[in-house]
């Protein structure tokens, strides 16, 4: 184990259904990221917060809203999502956001029908 | 020019084989360098990590960076078939930036 994790595992939702997914790490790191991975396509940075503040979005539609309430904890807001959007939603964590080394959480496989 | 491109394979071996995984870029600012694995159903855990050129070794492992070719790569001896899974590069220069991923290369090795 890598000391993040991240639940739920598995998350199938409507186009309308409003979700979350939740990551927690362990490490008594500061930053913490979201990652979409998808086939064939390198991971994609989707956020990044550092002490608690947002300092990277790369371009995310606002049907994803990120929140961090303290440095252990990060979750993801769902709503109205498209097929498109179906794919391994990873969680990663390091010591600060300029650190090289980031440990991931086992990801959230998010299918959209 | 994408900053970071890898095969993504998918790469067939036998067990025992030397396997080659590779990665070129284009930022000659990256100084950091990383090899993550993949296995199915998990997320990427760190695998090698190099600092600038050169070598580094860890039991079957050897990563090895290029800079003046702008090319890395990770080499496998005696691979197993707990070697099958994904291995990304990962990248990044010194500044607060955040890591440059290549697509992964799927490797399976055969019994």
């Known amino acids: 184990e890598t000391g993040v994790t991240q639940t739920p595992r598995h998350l199938v939702m409507g186009m309308t259904n409003k979700k979350s997914l939740k990551c927690e790490q362990h490490?008594?790191?500061?930053?913490m990221y979201w990652y979409k991975q998808s086939a064939k396509k390198p991971l994609e940075l989707m956020f990044v917060?550092?002490?608690?503040?947002?300092?990277e979005n790369n371009s995310v539609p606002s049907r994803f809203s990120p929140e961090c309430p303290n440095s252990s904890h990060l979750f993801l807001h769902l709503h109205t999502l498209q097929p498109e959007d179906s794919a391994l939603y990873l969680c990663?964590?390091?010591?600060?956001?300029?650190?090289?080394?980031?440990?991931f959480g086992p990801g959230t496989r998010l299918t959209v029908l | 020019q994408k900053e970071v491109e890898q095969d993504p394979g998918p790469l067939s071996v036998p067990e025992g084989a030397i396997v080659s995984l590779n990665c070129t870029y284009s930022?000659?600012?990256?100084?950091?360098f990383m090899w993550y694995r993949q296995y199915s159903r998990k997320g990427p855990e760190l695998l090698m990590y190099t600092y600038s050129s050169g070598n580094k070794e860890d039991g079957r492992f050897t990563a090895q960076v290029d800079k003046s070719s702008k090319y890395i790569s990770l080499f496998i001896r005696d691979s197993q078939p707990s070697d099958s899974a994904t291995y990304l590069c990962?990248?990044?220069?010194?500044?607060?930036?955040?890591?440059?991923f290549g697509k992964g290369t799927r490797l399976s090795v055969i019994a």
């Open positions: 990962a990248m990044k220069d010194s500044g607060n930036t955040p890591l440059v």
């Open positions: 930022n000659s600012a990256f100084q950091y």
């Open positions: 990663a964590s390091s010591l600060g956001q300029g650190s090289d080394t980031q440990y």
């Open positions: 490490l008594g790191h500061n930053a």
């Open positions: 917060y550092n002490f608690k503040e947002q300092t």
